[in-house]
């Protein structure tokens, strides 16, 4: 089980921001950020994932999510970046890999353009956050929630859930979360300038993909890792949006893999 600590981070232009944050295992250090499903999308695959490798993984829950407070003027990826750009300085952690699922890849990479000496490498999952031409994030604001079911996993009955049977306090958590990704991602989940900038990157990137994800196809994917110089892309078969959930395995395997042979950084 994870130990829950809650934070309080100091931001230019914003002030003080509470983050919760949930830390599992020990040894190097491993900042896990979650996309629009929340915390509970990663957790279960923290734990896994620390145990397997004796490792500390770190999982911030971001601000808006989970029931959590978000500072008025805390309204964007970039913030967010920011925001825990600042944890790892006030935890004065080092050689820290980052690893983000969806719009937690989106802030994976806004994190590594920080070009902060703290992060060693970055494997983003699924990722959202650049434009590609032909190859638009879907409208996730425009989809029902069992249409995000049928385009986010490759075999989407063990997690569909109806959100009407939710109890209330889950239901406002839900609602809760999808205002917070309406506010730091806007309705397109993408930076037109943020391709471009992924350019300048000097670290070791590796680019998970699920190759039935219908949020953001095959081909984006190909994308996100051809904007950065050191970046490696890798299929997973039979997975969709949600890779650390519907196969757990496959995701460890690819990054600890990837540690022992061309990404040296991430592992000691």
């Known amino acids: 089980m994870g130990i829950t600590t809650q934070y309080t981070v100091s931001l230019d232009e914003v ?3 509470e983050v919760s944050l949930a830390s599992y295992g020990s040894g190097q250090p491993f900042l896990l950020l979650h996309g629009g499903a929340g ?8 734990e896994k994932f620390a145990a397997a490798h004796d490792v500390r993984v770190l999982v911030p ?24 750009g600042a944890l790892l300085d006030q935890l004065g952690l080092t050689d820290v890999t980052v690893i983000g699922n ?7 990479a806004e994190i590594a353009l920080l070009k902060s000496p703290r992060v060693s490498g970055i ?3 699924d990722a959202v956050g650049i434009e590609v031409p032909g190859h638009p994030v879907a409208d996730f604001f425009a989809l029902t929630m069992d249409q995000v079911f049928e385009l986010s996993f490759h075999d989407p009955e063990p997690f569909r859930v109806d959100p009407a049977t939710l109890p ?6 839900a609602a809760g979360n999808r205002t917070a990704i309406a506010v730091y991602a806007g309705s397109a989940m993408a930076d037109p300038t943020l391709v471009g900038r992924l350019g300048s990157l000097e670290l070791p990137a590796l680019v998970l993909w699920g190759e039935s994800d219908g949020i953001v196809d095959v081909d984006y994917g190909r994308a996100y890792a051809a904007a ?8 997973l078969p039979e997975t969709g949006h949600s890779p650390q959930l519907e196969t757990p395995d496959q995701v460890d395997h690819a990054i600890w893999d990837s540690a022992d042979t061309d990404f040296s950084a991430f592992a000691r």
């Not at 989970?66 to 990826?77: C, F, H, K, M, Q």
């Not at 969806?102 to 994976?108: C, E």
Request: proline share 12%; charged share 5%.
């Open 228 to 235: 950065i110089p050191m970046a490696r892309f890798q299929l």
């Open 123 to 125: 494997v983003l999952v």
């Open 61 to 84: 829950t971001h601000p808006g999510f989970a029931g959590t407070v978000r500072p008025g003027s805390l309204t964007s990826v970039p913030g967010l970046a920011a925001l825990y």
């Open 15 to 17: 002030g003080p921001v």
């Open 168 to 173: 209330p306090a889950a239901q406002a958590i």
């Open 102 to 108: 969806s719009i937690g890849g989106w802030i994976t």
């Open 39 to 46: 915390p509970q999308s990663v957790t279960g695959f923290a």
